[in-house]
């Protein structure tokens, strides 16, 4: 079958068809068949395992060995953001940002994406001079300023204490609002995916078990009962009971 690379087309939304990966004869995705239109802010849960950061390693073009009889279209200018902020440390937080970019004009964006996300004067920190928040922050600003169509995210706020991942979701959400990539968010998080995204997927077995497109406005409170009801089918999905023994 052709290699990933040779499949990969572009354009401005995501198109799977039949994607398949397997590791050593174990199937771990079964023929997916997504779409993600332009602009769309999509959540993937999953048990750990199931396959989400391949389906993300696949999207992102950064694996190689992706098979299917379909296709797999994505845009041109895709950033990764991951659970660690992969900063260099022997780099300054203005310098990570503009990594492999050059130019007053790339400087000045570097500085205007800092700003975005609150780390206005922290341009000369070191990376370990950050807080963890603070570092995915930079990551953000790092996304951003390759001006996206394409955000992938594996677990972005994973490592992140409870509070600074709620301040951090609003912060996405402003930074979606202002910029309109499509957005796939992979998360364990029932609540983060329903509270950040139009649109749920529950990856099992290998493929998509459920797609459920969440009509609440935004901004969402985690408050809001009407929530509940995507919770419950979401862990029943996951099978997840509500009951601790
Ligand atoms: N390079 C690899 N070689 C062999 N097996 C792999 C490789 N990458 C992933 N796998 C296997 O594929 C399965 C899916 O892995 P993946 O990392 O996509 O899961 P995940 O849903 O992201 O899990 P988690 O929520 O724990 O991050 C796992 O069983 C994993 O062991
Ligand atoms: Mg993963």
Same mark, same amino acid.
């Given at each position: 079958m052709a290699p990933h690379a040779e499949q990969l087309t572009r354009s401005a939304a995501v198109r799977l068809r039949g994607l398949t990966r397997s590791f050593d004869g174990r199937t771990?995705?079964? &023929?997916i068949d997504l779409d993600i239109p332009a602009g769309q802010f999509v959540a993937l849960l999953g048990h750990s395992g199931s396959g989400k950061s391949t389906l993300l390693r696949a999207v992102a073009g950064l694996d190689h060995e992706v098979t299917g009889e379909g296709e797999l279209t994505a845009p041109d200018r895709v950033s990764v953001v991951f659970?660690?902020? !992969?900063?260099?440390?022997? !780099?300054r937080v203005l310098d990570n940002v503009l990594l492999g970019l050059d130019g007053r004009e790339a400087e000045r964006k570097g500085r205007e994406a800092l700003a975005e996300v609150g780390l206005e004067g922290r341009e000369r920190a070191w990376p370990n001079e950050l807080s963890g928040g603070e570092a995915q922050r930079a990551a953000l600003a790092r996304s951003l300023v390759r001006e996206p169509e394409l955000l992938l995210a594996d677990?972005?706020? &994973?490592?992140?204490?409870a509070l600074t991942r709620i301040k951090m979701h609003t912060l996405l959400r402003v930074l979606w609002e202002a910029h309109r990539p499509s957005v796939l968010l992979v998360t364990h998080d029932v609540d983060e995916a329903i509270v950040l995204a139009d649109r749920v997927l529950v990856l099992d077995h290998g493929r998509i078990g459920l797609d459920l497109t969440v009509e609440r406005p935004h901004? !969402?409170?985690? !408050?809001?009962?009407?929530l509940g009801e995507y919770r419950e089918r979401l862990l029943t999905a996951l099978g997840v009971t509500s009951d601790v023994a």
């Open positions: 771990v995705l079964d &023929g659970q660690d902020s !992969r900063l260099l440390p022997w !780099r677990e972005p706020f &994973g490592a992140l204490d901004p !969402r409170s985690y !408050r809001d009962p009407l």
